[in-house]
């Protein structure tokens, strides 16, 4: 209760922060997290598509099931719009916007798909969040000088994603 | 007197997470006595407000050497030791975020 009481004030006044991580100096960025997060966010919305198709009552056991999967889709949504605005704010620098000069828009739009895809249970969108991600991913390869290839996800769902090719 | 800080980063993980609160005292009685395994809040150039544990008290409790629990934290093994200067509050409240 103390704890929803500081959220909901912080979302009003803005508490200071503090912080506890190691991203500004170790340079260790990766988009992976962000790309594992969105694919996961696709998988929840076919396990949602999947279990609403299966019929029959709509019963504890099935609640239980609805209500894990959307929690799950919620929290790697947001997880996946986190990662990508730390890689954009702490990491992409001028040079970098200047090679391209379409990251903004980008990241703009994956925070809007990421919103969109918390907000409904649409497999385009989630699909969509996952392919803009991947575009980022490219972007950031690049700006290291590290190739990407493009494969099918080992797992399901086996979307394409985009891998430093090292 | 209080402060509220939110925790972002993990480097003080699992005890201290991403969007935890923690309240912090800025009385000078409680920082005059800054003691190993206090946690302290403190402005560190270039970072910022950086939240971190004492790991030994320096110099007579002028300066205190911090560090995290991640293997990757930046702490003073990176800036050195934290003067008492730049120390903002001691930890005396620690409000998690629940678990889901």
């Not at chain 2, 120390?87 to 998690?96: F, R």
Request: aromatic letters at 10%; a neutral charge; glycine letters at 6%.
């Amino acid at each position: 209760m103390i704890f929803e009481f500081l959220e909901a004030l912080d979302k009003r006044f803005g508490f200071e922060r503090a912080s506890a991580h190691c991203d500004i100096p170790c340079g260790i960025y990766d988009p992976s997290g962000a790309q594992i997060a969105a694919l996961t966010v696709v998988r929840m919305v076919d396990l949602m598509a999947e279990l609403e198709a299966k019929g029959g009552e709509k019963d504890k056991a099935y609640q239980n099931s609805m209500a894990r999967y959307v929690a799950v889709k919620e929290e790697h949504a947001e997880k996946a719009k986190a990662e990508i605005r730390v890689i954009w704010g702490d990491y992409i620098k001028p040079q970098h916007i200047e090679k391209h000069p379409n990251v903004h828009g980008l990241v703009h739009q994956i925070m809007m798909l990421g919103s969109k895809s918390r907000q409904t249970a649409d497999r385009d969108t989630a699909v969509q969040f996952v392919d803009a991600i991947n575009q980022f991913a490219e972007i950031f390869w690049d700006t290291k000088g590290v190739k990407t290839k493009r494969a099918k996800a080992p797992y399901s769902p086996a979307l394409e994603m985009v891998y430093p090719d090292l | 007197m209080l402060r509220v800080i939110k925790v972002t980063g993990e480097s003080l993980s699992p005890e201290y997470q991403e969007g935890d609160y923690v309240v912090v005292t800025t009385i000078p009685f409680f920082l005059n006595r800054i003691r190993v395994g206090d946690i302290i809040v403190f402005q560190q150039s270039p970072y910022g407000t950086m939240i971190k544990r004492v790991e030994q008290v320096l110099q007579e409790g002028k300066q205190y050497f911090v560090i995290g629990a991640h293997p990757q934290s930046v702490d003073s093994r990176q800036f050195g030791p934290v003067s008492k200067e730049a120390l903002i509050g001691k930890l005396i409240w620690h409000i998690p975020k629940p678990s889901k």
